[in-house]
């Protein structure tokens, strides 16, 4: 089982990973918001693709879920951390890997 220290250690040894509050929350960052720890320790809301969303939903009902409202039809996802740490370090490289920064395609000038 997956503790919070675990989702800190695995965050912030992800490239370009910081930490920083956020409301009642631990929030992890690289060009985005992809990850927020719930201050109990016990659950985290992860940001997926509606995609990848939904196949964790599917895969681990039991751990996984949308956050309710809004937020949630957008991907984000609720996981409790009674997960192993195998998959948590996987469901948090697919949310860091979504909040990377954007590239351009070459030769494509900035708007401004």
């Not at 509050?21 to 992860?46: C, E, K, Q, W």
């Not at 039809?73 to 990377?100: D, P």
Request: aromatic share 6%; glycine share 8%.
């Amino acid at each position: 089982m997956a503790s919070g220290a675990d989702l800190r250690r695995l965050a912030l040894a992800m490239a370009g990973t910081e930490e920083a509050p956020h409301m009642d929350r631990a929030a992890f960052r690289v060009a985005r918001i992809y990850a927020t720890l719930a201050a109990d320790g016990l659950s985290a809301n992860l940001k997926f693709s509606p995609e990848d969303q939904a196949l964790k939903c599917m895969t681990h009902p039991e751990a996984f879920s949308p956050v309710p409202g809004g937020w949630g039809r957008m991907g984000h996802t609720t996981v409790l951390l009674a997960v192993t740490e195998e998959e948590l370090a996987a469901a948090l490289e697919t949310a860091w890997r979504g909040a990377l920064p954007r590239r351009r395609p070459p030769g494509r000038a900035r708007r401004r």
